[in-house]
């Protein structure tokens, strides 16, 4: 079947850019902002036609979803290895692709309303139309090379997007401070990306993860210290993927990364770029599963489970609700890290990999929510602190239920979206591992109490006396609310288990009753308690923190991590090797240089009253000369 | 006349010209058409090379060769593969850049292009020759117009700068004289006439004794220009005081001679001392990749900062040849050019920021974004270019050396390769912080409100030069076809 068309859904954004980019002074504001809408639109409806054609119509050969191909050469290495450019169709990048074209063009829409009166309008635009190109580019790349490329470009449109306020210095040095870090993380994944093409000769997934192929098969060919090269290299590309989504201790850049306008985050930091890291180790699926029973996929697993935990616990402690959402991002995408490294591979075994991918697209939809909701407050209230909010319920009524329904989905409240994704990953990791199943189950309680104790923090709790009495957003910005609250209830009814599975053939999921009363009945304990704490202005919950006492300020101040970053990049690297290098540089490199400069100099000076001008000195030193070489001769002569 | 031979005539021509013109605005104009027919002639020359390299298959095209010097051999032997193309398309633009760069030079302007003009011709003769003498007197004519430029159109303290940089490099171009003449007084080694022709020394077998002895030699001479560590520090300070134009034409077109060089000769005649040494000198590149890039994030002089980077990214260059792998060369010859380009856009971006604000000093500089928008906006592009975003040059050089480099599995080449690899976090914390601090932030300083924005002859300089340089990032593959081809008869040396 032909595909060729989907290679419009990238390069309709990029048109965006560059027309809203090299035309930023001369477009208006209100133009620029129809353009990107009619973009994304028209991304959009591609993408839907796709997912239609490809889960109901072609996808499906005797039962089992085919992959699909298109690419071209674009960088030659050797005969047989190379870098091609093209699209790639399978369950997971199509479902991405509903998932990004979703939000993203909420996100335009939104932004309208929410950018509108900014100078930098067009500007914004134009870095949305880049950010989608790169993020739709990595979604359907071909191969590991491909990924890499847009995995740095959506880097970029993210460093551009966090610093897009550029006179503030937080959002500058935020901005900077997401790239390195995850450039460091990409370090890792080019490294591994050079051992796979090495060793197996090949960048493209479909070899790769053939699970007949000979990447696979002869993973133990190749040995490491006392591991396999490859299982060397899917740690690294999984560090590349830790960066990008944030996985302890890679984590640091995204609760900075808030300086961003507030539709960036929902969009960047919340939906789509920060879960490339879990859609990375889902498109290597195969590969992290067979090579060395599991070693890296096991690492995957525990490093996703410590991180949703970690989150989850300063989640609580933090005051500005970009930040607790941030660290809740975080968590859940934990969540998704554990799914997939617990997950087996055939039939319902694979269980955890539908159950992460299905939960990437529910969390999408109800985080984005989230942040939008969270940006239609902070529009009204113009800030991001707890403290500054309070009974916001009856100024914002759309606003308020459309942020209970986000709420109530991530805390998994039946029959939400989120607690159907939210129960298939606790089935599949009780199945596999009772360890992670039980940081699972108390995330999901950290989760619930969190999220209400921000909801009734902002829509209840104290009756702030505000100077500009607050009101509710424009139709551009509630309008996206609806539609995702829509989503955030219902797109748990989509049969994911029949689409998106590890092995293409799809299976029946049922409900696991006893385990997902366990898991409703912690989050309503979370938000039961939440309730108790905040929904009334009360002094409970600064006892509370201060019964945990020390543990509470540790959380509070995340665990002191920026600050050991800090001391090891400024203190370290910064001025103990960078400043040594500089000193070095001039004091000893280009001191040598100098001292043989200046030693000729000084020689010269002492011989140059050799050339003294006077007949009588070369005269002298002729004679004297002349009589040192006849001794010279006639010492040799006679010997 | 012959395709090549027009390389060096057209400037000649130019400069005769120039001799007779009066004032800024003469001079600036016929340096501009003498460089612009220079552009369209290399254009020109990559379709001329395509259509020739389809019926011929020998290592150089377009030759001629004219006896100049009966006595010794030496003869104006002229000839091109793709490397040398690409280096002679890469000077024609970054001349041109340069000479709408320095519109407004307002000292001594015909002076300044005579000896801009000498300088490019020094560089053409050199990449179109084939004859090891002919080759060394190009290279010297394109070194000493440095002296002058720096010493009278620099700033700061330009004389000690300007002298500093030539003594250094006339020091190498001894070591190289050294290394040249021992090449050929072994070239009879077969039984034949003694000889210049670099493709009639590549057949000659020179015992394995005198590869060894000249090696060094001829490397360390061309790698002094392309910053070998430790014999860069020229490079810094001489950069700093160099006026605009030279900055750019020295670090995007004069530097990329030390590599040239190094590959050409060096490592095409003598494999087996390349084979021999390579183990030492990788060393002291690797060194000079990381050295480089820690080497800039202190430093507080843009200029300065530059130069740094340069010795991070020439030291790739000169770290890709010594893997003596195909892929890795063709990202040698490729991060030449990327360079190239990438760097004189920076001096040329430095220079025009310099020339309003009137300060290099990062700390005095910042907020310029909202007063200077098309300079702050290249300056952001420049810098995700200089730190390897896909879909500029610089991202397809580095991942072939990289990949080139990963080839070897020597566990030494490993760990040197990942700490090359490892460089481009240092370049990206190096160049965000550089535009974090002069482009974004608050404005520094209030006088800075009412800066000149950016004017057509700068805008077109740097679209000269942004262009090929996106053109390499998005389409990679002509180019590096180009290059591949001709790398075969240096691969087999090494075999």
Same mark, same amino acid.
């Given at each position: ?18 027309? *809203? ?84 063009? %909420? ?91 090495? #060793? ?213 409240f039946p029959l939400t979206a989120g607690f159907f994704s939210k129960d298939e990953i606790l089935v599949a990791a009780f199945e596999h591992n009772k360890l992670i199943y039980g940081v699972g189950v108390l995330v999901a309680g950290l989760t619930a109490f969190y999220m209400f104790r921000i909801y009734f923090g902002i829509f209840w709790g104290k009756n702030t006396q505000y100077k500009h009495t607050p009101h509710e957003s424009p139709l551009s910005m509630t309008i996206p609310l609806i539609i995702l609250a829509f989503l955030s209830l219902f797109s748990g009814f989509i049969p994911f288990s029949e689409l998106v599975t590890a092995d ?61 970053? %800090? ?73 | ?58 290592? %150089? ?317 290249? #300056? ?38 990942? *700490? ?44 000269? *030069? ?15 076809? %180009? ?13």
């Amino acid at each position: 079947m032909n595909f060729t068309y989907i290679i419009l859904i990238p390069l309709i954004p990029l048109a965006v850019f560059f027309l *809203l980019g090299i035309f930023n002074q001369k477009i208006k504001p209100a133009v620029s902002g129809y353009i990107g809408v009619a973009g994304l639109l028209t991304s959009g409806i591609l993408s839907f036609y796709t997912a239609y054609q490809y889960f109901f119509v072609h996808g499906k050969v005797a039962g089992v979803y085919q992959t699909f191909v298109q690419k071209t050469t674009w960088m030659n290495f050797t005969d047989t290895l190379a870098i091609d450019m093209g699209v790639l169709v399978d369950p997971i990048s199509v479902m991405m692709l509903i998932v990004v074209s979703i939000i993203s063009l %909420m996100v335009h829409i939104y932004s309208r309303g929410y950018m509108k009166g900014d100078e930098g309008y067009t500007k914004f635009f134009a870095y949305l139309g880049l950010f989608s190109f790169s993020i739709f580019g990595l979604v359907l790349a071909t191969n590991l090379f491909q990924i890499y490329i847009f995995w740095e470009l959506v880097g970029v449109s993210s460093y551009l997007l966090i610093g897009y306020y550029y006179t503030k210095p937080s959002a500058v040095s935020a901005a900077k401070k997401a790239f390195i870090v995850t450039r460091f993380a990409d370090l890792g994944f080019l490294i591994g990306i050079l051992i796979i093409g090495y #060793y197996t000769g090949t960048y493209d997934f479909e070899t790769l993860n053939n699970p007949e192929g000979s990447a696979i098969l002869n993973w133990a060919a190749t040995s490491f210290m006392g591991l396999s090269a490859l299982t060397w290299a899917l740690i690294l590309i999984f560090i590349g993927g830790a960066g990008k989504s944030a996985m302890f201790p890679l984590h640091i850049w995204l609760p900075d990364a808030m300086e961003g306008p507030t539709p960036v985050s929902a969009l960047i930091h919340a939906a789509t770029m920060v879960v490339a890291g879990v859609y990375l180790v889902a498109r290597l699926f195969p590969m992290y599963y067979f090579i060395e029973d599991g070693f890296a996929l096991n690492i995957v697993a525990y490093v996703g489970a410590f991180s949703s935990l970690f989150a989850a616990i300063i989640a609580i402690t933090q005051t500005d609700i970009k930040r607790v959402l941030a660290f809740s991002t975080m968590s859940q995408l934990g969540y998704m890290m554990l799914a997939l490294g617990v997950s087996g591979y055939e039939g319902h075994d694979g269980l955890g990999y539908m159950a992460s991918m299905f939960h990437l697209f529910t969390h999408a939809m109800f985080k984005a929510l989230l942040f939008l909701g969270a940006g239609s407050v902070i529009h009204a209230v113009h800030s991001n602190y707890l403290k500054d909010m309070g009974g916001l319920r009856k100024y914002m009524p759309i606003t308020n239920v459309t942020f209970l329904i986000a709420a109530l989905s991530i805390a998994g409240f039946p029959l939400t979206a989120g607690f159907f994704s939210k129960d298939e990953i606790l089935v599949a990791a009780f199945e596999h591992n009772k360890l992670i199943y039980g940081v699972g189950v108390l995330v999901a309680g950290l989760t619930a109490f969190y999220m209400f104790r921000i909801y009734f923090g902002i829509f209840w709790g104290k009756n702030t006396q505000y100077k500009h009495t607050p009101h509710e957003s424009p139709l551009s910005m509630t309008i996206p609310l609806i539609i995702l609250a829509f989503l955030s209830l219902f797109s748990g009814f989509i049969p994911f288990s029949e689409l998106v599975t590890a092995d293409r053939i799809g299976f029946e999921a049922h409900l696991n009753y006893p385990l997902a009363a366990i898991a409703v009945t912690v989050g309503l304990i979370g938000i039961g308690l939440a309730w108790v704490f905040y929904k009334k202005e009360n002094d409970l919950s600064d006892k509370f923190a201060n019964v945990f006492g020390p543990f509470y300020k540790w959380a509070y101040h995340k665990f002191y991590f920026d600050e050991i970053y %800090m001391f090891v990049t400024k203190k370290i690297l910064f001025n103990g090797i960078a400043g040594n290098i500089a000193k070095f540089d001039k004091k000893i490199v280009d001191g040598t240089m100098e001292g043989i400069g200046n030693k000729t100099v000084v020689v010269s000076e002492k011989i140059k009253g050799m050339q003294s001008g006077k007949v009588q000195d070369y005269a002298f030193a002729f004679i004297a000369g002349v009589v040192v070489l006849a001794m010279v001769f006639i010492y040799l002569w006679t010997n | 006349m012959d395709i090549l031979s027009l390389f060096v005539t057209v400037p000649v021509l130019t400069i005769i010209a120039l001799v007779f013109t009066k004032g800024l605005k003469q001079a600036r104009v016929v340096s501009m058409v003498g460089s612009l027919i220079q552009l369209v002639m290399a254009i020109n020359l990559v379709f001329a090379y395509f259509k020739e390299r389809a019926l011929n298959n020998s290592i %150089m095209v377009f030759t001629k060769d004219v006896v100049w010097f009966k006595q010794f051999n030496i003869h104006y032997a002229i000839g091109v593969d793709g490397i040398s193309v690409a280096l002679l398309l890469l000077t024609a633009i970054v001349v041109l850049a340069g000479v709408f760069i320095s519109w407004k030079m307002a000292v001594l302007p015909k002076e300044f292009f005579i000896s801009l003009l000498i300088l490019a011709t020094g560089v053409y003769g050199f990449f179109i020759s084939i004859d090891l003498f002919t080759m060394f007197v190009f290279y010297e004519i394109a070194v000493i117009p440095m002296y002058l430029l720096i010493g009278i159109w620099g700033s700061g303290p330009k004389e000690y700068s300007a002298m500093k940089l030539t003594l250094m490099l006339m020091g190498a171009s001894a070591v190289l004289l050294v290394g040249v003449l021992g090449i050929y007084f072994n070239s009879n080694a077969d039984g034949g006439a003694l000889t210049f022709n670099i493709l009639e020394i590549a057949q000659v077998n020179i015992p394995f004794e005198a590869q060894k002895l000249f090696f060094p030699l001829t490397f360390v001479g061309f790698a002094v220009l392309g910053a070998l560590f430790p014999f860069h520090t020229w490079s810094p300070d001489g950069h700093a005081s160099a006026p605009t134009a030279v900055s750019m034409l020295h670090a995007g077109v004069l530097m990329k001679l030390g590599g040239y060089g190094v590959f050409r000769i060096a490592m095409f005649l003598l494999p087996e001392g390349a084979m021999h040494w390579s183990w030492f000198f990788i060393i002291l590149a690797a060194i000079g990749v990381v050295y480089g890039a820690f080497g800039a994030i202190k430093q507080t002089d843009l200029k300065y900062i530059n130069a740094y980077a340069s010795v991070s990214h020439l030291g790739l260059v000169l770290f890709a040849l010594l893997t003596l792998n195909k892929i890795a060369w063709n990202g040698a010859i490729l991060q030449s050019l990327s360079h190239g380009l990438l760097t004189a856009m920076f001096f040329a971006l430095i220079g025009m920021v310099y020339g309003r604000t009137h300060t290099r000093d990062i700390y005095k500089l910042g907020g310029l974004m909202k007063i200077l928008p098309f300079i702050g906006a290249i #300056y952001v592009i420049t810098g995700m270019a200089y730190l390897g975003l896909p879909g500029f040059s610089g991202f397809v050089a580095e991942m072939n050396i990289f990949v080139g480099a990963f080839e070897n599995p020597n566990m030494f080449n490993r760990i040197l390769t990942i *700490l090359v690899v490892s460089s481009i976090v240092v370049t990206a914390v190096y160049i965000l912080r550089l535009v974090g601090k002069i482009m974004m932030g608050p404005l520094s300083n209030d006088e800075f409100k009412d800066l000149p924005k950016a004017t057509w002859f700068e805008k077109t300089g740097i679209l000269l *030069l942004l262009i090929p340089i996106v053109a390499m990032g998005v389409a990679p593959l002509w180019l590096s076809d %180009m290059i591949f081809e001709s790398l075969e008869p240096f691969i087999q040396g090494v075999l």
